[in-house]
């Protein structure tokens, strides 16, 4: 059964999704260069530029396949497009849209009466002002559509707004096709805790996969700096949580596919904060496959070849993963792992920072800063923090100079 591949990431990052449908599909990637460490999990690949959808739909007009499929968030419409083009299923076009778009996410949300943050469109920092003041402080600048935390800022007090819309305004993530660029969200700050729910959707039913409970750093910035999913989670199963989920997908019209959605979990209830119409970043399937069993790809990759989903549950575990980052700006020189001082709870340390490299601190730089990933599975949550701290003292960033 052959699948089209509409880019393939970064090895660190998404390399486990690609072995693992490699395993049971034949996979065509179309990609905007030739494949390096993609190779060897390919039946072929095609280069051509995957902002073009005309370009994407000639390219595979010359292949035989089953379904489309991405992980990349800057190529969910265009894969949407091109599976319609093509006759195979997938999300369409009007829903990855609504997702990928903040705003039109925050006004379908608003119509369907969907749990959210208050939000406003603004494109001038006056206008950020008279917005500010209707939201009322602390509050949450963000890029329209770009992905990663990239350009989020907190805004404590009216003296930090200008600088932080600046930033905002400025903030750009590579690959990205930007709708709007220059328009920025102003929304209510939302106090609690926040989540993750992967899910994968047949015909509009959902199936609940994993949730996986977000760490961040570098306040005011919200940098992702670690996730842990608990194979055991009341979440996972909790009716406010997945009643809001599917509330927030119908009122998007996305009815197959696999999504990752962030929701804060408010005094009030849980909040949505975004839709991802794509499997989840940052290692979470990595640690959702670790501690449940749930092989996000292969189950994705079901939807988009328009099989029924199965999600086998194959044991209960606590998984987690942290992302280690320079104390300064600076540029690399090299990234030691000693393997021997590792807990034999770690499944996977990896390098990511390349010799020259270099790693700034937010906002200058976001998960572009990290240098090492670390993933582990243990019987508890704590037990995972302490082998993370024992497993960091084991991976060392030797620099070349700081900036």
């Not at 052959?2 to 660190?12: K, N, Y």
């Not at 949300?109 to 494109?123: D, E, K, N, Y």
């Not at 003296?159 to 920025?184: C, K, M, S, W, Y």
């Not at 596919?257 to 970043?281: F, M, Q, S, Y």
Request: aromatic share 4%; proline share 6%; hydrophobic share 45%.
């Amino acid at each position: 059964m052959t699948l089209l591949l509409i880019g393939a990431g970064s090895q660190a990052y998404r390399g486990y999704l690609l072995r693992s449908v490699a395993e049971e599909y034949d996979v065509h990637l179309l990609a905007d260069r030739a494949p390096t460490w993609e190779a060897p999990f390919l039946r072929g690949h095609t280069v051509v530029d995957t902002a073009d959808v005309t370009a994407l739909r000639e390219a595979a007009r010359a292949l035989s396949c089953e379904g489309v499929l991405t992980w990349d968030d800057t190529r969910v419409v265009q894969t949407a497009r091109l599976a319609e083009a093509l006759g195979l299923p997938g999300a369409g076009p009007e829903a990855a849209l609504c997702c990928r778009d903040k705003r039109a996410t925050r006004e379908a949300l608003a119509r369907a009466g969907v749990p959210q943050a208050g939000s406003v469109l603004v494109t001038s920092l006056p206008q950020a002002r008279a917005a500010a003041a209707r939201v009322g402080y602390p509050l949450v600048l963000k890029p329209r559509a770009l992905n990663a935390s990239t350009g989020v800022v907190k805004v404590e007090s009216a003296d930090a707004l200008a600088r932080a819309f600046r930033l905002a305004r400025a903030a750009t993530a590579p690959g990205a096709v930007e709708v709007a660029p220059g328009d920025v969200l102003v929304e209510e700050y939302l106090d609690g805790p926040e989540i993750s729910v992967d899910a994968v959707w047949h015909e509009g039913r959902m199936l609940p996969a994993f949730v996986a409970r977000k760490e961040c750093g570098f306040p005011p910035y919200f940098e992702e700096t670690g996730h842990l999913v608990d194979g055991r989670d009341p979440l996972l199963s909790d009716p406010r949580v997945l009643e809001t989920v599917q509330a927030a997908h119908t009122a998007v019209g996305f009815t197959t596919g696999w999504t990752h959605t962030e929701l804060r979990l408010t005094a009030d209830g849980p909040k949505v904060v975004e839709i991802n119409a794509r499997i989840g970043g940052d290692r979470i399937p990595d640690i959702g496959r670790l501690a449940l069993g749930v092989d996000a790809a292969r189950t994705a990759a079901q939807v988009a070849c328009g099989r029924r989903p199965k999600l086998t549950i194959r044991h209960h575990q606590v998984a987690a993963v942290r992302f280690l980052y320079p104390e300064a700006d600076c540029i690399a020189r090299e990234v030691r792992l000693e393997p021997g001082a590792l807990p034999g709870s770690v499944d996977s340390a990896v390098a990511i920072a390349l010799p020259g490299q270099e790693l700034r601190l937010p906002p200058a730089g976001h998960v572009s800063s990290r240098y090492a990933l670390i993933t582990v599975a243990a019987e508890s949550a704590q037990q995972c923090r302490a082998d993370l701290d024992k497993a960091s003292q084991a991976v060392r960033l030797e620099v070349l100079r700081t900036l």
